[in-house]
């Protein structure tokens, strides 16, 4: 089945099952490593993409559900908020070995695009079920709010 999707800005069309996670689609067919396959069950979040804007699992999202989509992976997320993040990560040493980092960073964007001034428990929320294997939370949420300092100045 061809379906065609905008993938950071690009128009791009996949012929394959529509029942075939986006995950796979970006990997395979695209060429987009940038997104990370960690639990193949929407629990860990390496497989982070903003659809539409949100934050969702690419690894349980089908392909055939996402016709017309506009799609942003780690390699095309761009404006404040996300150069605000990049920033802060980089600026606090956040990731260590880096893995979960793609889907931390397209969350953390999403939460601020939203919540321009969150507050810890707004954080804990939009971040829940993004694992960090290094358990780098503290600094996750350290540069959350950095980022959001950034975004102001």
Same mark, same amino acid.
């Given at each position: 089945?061809?379906?065609?999707?905008?993938?950071?800005?690009?128009?791009?069309?996949?012929?394959?099952?529509?029942?075939?996670?986006?995950?796979?689609?970006?990997?395979?067919?695209?060429?987009?490593?940038?997104?990370?396959?960690?639990?193949?069950?929407?629990?860990?979040?390496?497989?982070?993409?903003?659809? +539409?804007?949100?934050?969702?699992?690419?690894?349980?999202?089908?392909?055939?559900?996402? +016709?017309?989509?506009?799609?942003?992976?780690?390699?095309?997320?761009?404006?404040?908020?996300?150069?605000?993040?990049?920033?802060?990560?980089?600026?606090?040493?956040?990731?260590?070995?880096?893995?979960?980092?793609?889907?931390?960073?397209?969350?953390?964007?999403?939460?601020?695009?939203?919540?321009?001034?969150?507050?810890?428990? +707004?954080? +804990?929320?939009?971040?829940?079920?993004?694992?960090?294997?290094?358990?780098?939370?503290?600094?996750?949420?350290?540069?959350?709010?950095?980022?959001?300092?950034?975004?102001?100045?």
């Amino acid at each position: 089945m061809s379906i065609t999707l905008k993938v950071n800005g690009e128009p791009r069309t996949v012929d394959v099952d529509p029942e075939t996670p986006l995950l796979w689609v970006l990997r395979d067919e695209l060429k987009m490593t940038g997104t990370k396959f960690g639990c193949g069950i929407a629990s860990c979040g390496a497989c982070t993409v903003q659809w +539409d804007g949100m934050p969702i699992r690419s690894c349980q999202t089908f392909i055939g559900d996402l +016709d017309g989509a506009e799609i942003t992976t780690i390699e095309g997320v761009d404006g404040k908020a996300a150069s605000a993040v990049q920033a802060a990560w980089q600026e606090l040493d956040v990731p260590q070995c880096g893995y979960c980092q793609s889907g931390q960073v397209l969350a953390a964007t999403a939460l601020l695009e939203e919540t321009p001034k969150p507050t810890d428990e +707004d954080i +804990d929320a939009a971040m829940d079920g993004n694992v960090c294997r290094c358990a780098t939370y503290a600094r996750i949420r350290k540069a959350i709010h950095l980022a959001a300092e950034k975004m102001e100045g």
